[in-house]
């Protein structure tokens, strides 16, 4: 039933905090989750939001692997309609012979913002066509030869990296294209999970080994999880909290960096804590969250986790992270 975990970090920042600060506790982070035995660690790109500093994510993974031995880094990921793919290829080459195979790029079709900062980020096409054309442009400035397939531009710098791609999605369209271009499939459940179950299905089903881009022999899910693990379930509720209420100022357009937990019934008030788009999650003492994750597993057939945990106090999520390991591993 055990299988690998890995987190996701959106380098949160906290009310009274600043980005740098936020970016210090996330690389204090990624120091622990080396030692604890957690698989991989992406960074999540993210634009225009007050709570948030993972914008760079190449500029956060480069700090992560320099100070870590172990765990995998890399993104989770990449927002390909923001940015030029050869760009792409020529930044994450530069990690790879820096950092060596600890380096995972994951891509998306979504820009991860709004639609005005996506239109002032904007390089490419998110286009299902496109979008796999740029796919397979990378393979080939990651292969030996460091030759787009395309076009005839070579990128020196990542030749022969070989970085393993990865398709980020939440529904089934994404589902399909990460199993037709025969790509390990990371499903975004932790925030959108209407069609977890049935994007899992449409992977599977639609994934083959026959195209140009396939780059594994058999179906490969990672799926998203919220997490918060504390001493009790009492605490860990209360924890989760600043997760809800994140998601009640996305809902309601107010902006604010990440607040302090609250009591849960507190949130009544404001539509309730019990939101719709956190409801994948795992929220407890570790027995409990070792139960709901292995629930997890088992519903979906996850090959991997990868688990977002937000917390107001950068202490309680690490502590979060050494419970987690101490009853997964």
């Known amino acids: ?30 120091r622990l989750a080396d030692t604890l035995g957690f698989h991989r660690l992406w960074f999540a790109e993210h634009h225009n939001t007050p709570n948030l500093a ?33 760009m792409v290829a020529e930044q994450y080459g530069t990690l790879a012979n820096m950092h060596g195979a600890r380096i995972d790029l994951g891509l998306g079709r979504a820009p991860g913002t709004d639609m005005m900062t996506a239109q002032a980020l904007s390089r490419s096409s998110s286009e299902p066509q496109a979008f796999a054309n740029s796919i397979y442009d990378l393979q080939g400035w990651f292969s030996d030869t460091g030759t787009a397939h395309s076009i005839s531009i070579e990128s020196a710098v990542s030749a ?22 025969g790509l390990p499939f990371s499903v975004a459940s932790h925030f959108a999970p209407d069609q977890l179950d049935a994007a899992i299905q449409v992977y599977r089903d639609s994934f083959t080994t ?8 058999k179906p490969y899910v990672m799926a998203g999880i919220n997490v918060m693990v504390a001493d009790t379930d009492e605490e860990a509720r209360r924890e989760f909290t600043v997760i809800e209420q994140m998601f009640l100022d996305l809902h309601s357009g107010q902006r604010r960096k990440i ?62 992270l050494q419970l987690l390991a101490d009853c997964w591993f």
């Open 160 to 181: 022969g990296t070989e970085v393993p791609i990865w398709v980020l999605g939440s529904t089934v369209n994404g589902a399909s294209i990460a199993g037709q271009l």
């Open 1 to 30: 039933m055990s299988v690998p975990l890995s987190i996701l970090d959106l380098a949160s920042i906290s009310e009274g905090s600043t980005a740098r600060e936020a970016i210090a506790a996330s690389m204090e982070s990624a």
């Open 54 to 86: 993972s914008s760079a994510t190449a500029l956060l993974i480069s700090q992560a692997a320099s100070l870590t031995k172990q765990i995998r880094i890399g993104a989770g990921g990449v927002m390909l309609p923001n940015h030029a793919p050869l």
């Open 259 to 320: 607040q302090p937990p609250v009591d849960p019934e507190s949130l009544a008030g404001r539509g309730g804590g019990d939101q719709p788009m956190l409801r994948i999650k795992a929220v407890g003492a570790p027995q409990t969250v070792k139960t709901q994750l292995e629930a997890f597993v088992e519903r979906t057939g996850a090959d991997e986790l990868i688990t977002t945990t937000y917390a107001y106090d950068p202490a309680v999520r690490d502590h979060s």
């Open 210 to 217: 026959e195209s140009p881009t396939a780059q594994i022999d």
